[in-house]
């Protein structure tokens, strides 16, 4: 059973351009989380999705940013014009069917993105 | 809102002795769950160890164990007869239930094994 994948797992861009981020879950899993981790620091939550729906963008900011998790298909975590301060470690997670005793994430090995 | 903090941001301890990772969080909920996570070079997230709230009895997994303090806000996490390929970050995280079960994560403890 493959774990969650993650690609590219080095992604450098200029500022300006975009990047795109894919996360595929384990198999099974409907569940995608998207974590940001600066350098030094801890992650930070940044959005919650299922199929086809957005369920908590929270920690997402309002600009630049979007993320999908289409029917078919990896998620995508995609940013837009990109800054040296969206320089970081995108990690995703994908976790079973929420429940009450089924709270586990299982984490993707991350995508380093350097903006120069 | 829930905060988790980790006090030590670097611990080194000689192979094969024991370490103690510490890590205090703040909530006002009583349901609640709490896990280690490991961040070796790699950068792999490697779930290490959970703990449910509502259990007295402090989870252990091989070489790996917590001291689950929920009056006092407390989830420490020991290792046992420590070995090089402990060497990593580790991070507490806090999750609440019927939150969309986001993960809170502390700033993280480098642990160093030397040989």
């Known amino acids: 059973n493959a774990g969650v994948m993650q690609n590219p797992r080095h992604l450098v861009r200029r500022r300006g351009q975009e990047a795109r981020l894919r996360c595929s879950p384990m198999?099974?899993?409907?569940?995608v989380y998207w974590y940001r981790q600066l350098p030094e620091e801890g992650l930070k939550f940044m959005v919650y999705l299922q199929k086809e729906n957005i369920i908590d963008e929270s920690g997402m900011p309002k600009e630049r940013f979007s993320a999908e998790f289409p029917k078919e298909g990896p998620s995508i975590l995609r940013i837009q014009q990109v800054v040296r301060g969206d320089s970081a470690a995108y990690f995703c997670?994908?976790?079973?069917?929420?429940?009450?005793?089924?709270?586990?994430?299982?984490f993707g090995p991350g995508t380093r993105l350097t903006v120069t | 809102a829930q905060t988790v903090t980790q006090s030590q941001p670097e611990m080194s301890v000689q192979e094969a002795e024991t370490v103690t990772l510490s890590c205090t969080y703040d909530?006002?909920?009583?349901?609640?769950?709490l896990f280690w996570y490991k961040q070796p070079p790699s950068r792999q997230m490697i779930l290490v160890i959970r703990?449910?709230?509502?259990k007295q009895q402090n989870a252990t997994e091989n070489r790996f164990s917590v001291n689950f303090q929920k009056a006092a806000k407390s989830f420490s996490l020991k290792i046992s007869d420590s070995q090089l390929g402990d060497t990593a970050m580790y991070f507490c995280a806090f999750m609440k239930p019927l939150s969309n079960y986001q993960l809170i994560w502390g700033a993280g403890t480098k642990l160093i094994i030397k040989p």
């Open positions: 703990q449910e709230a509502y």
């Open positions: 997670a994908s976790s079973p069917r929420a429940g009450v005793w089924i709270n586990e994430q299982y």
């Open positions: 909530t006002s909920e009583n349901n609640y769950y």
């Open positions: 198999k099974g899993h409907s569940h």
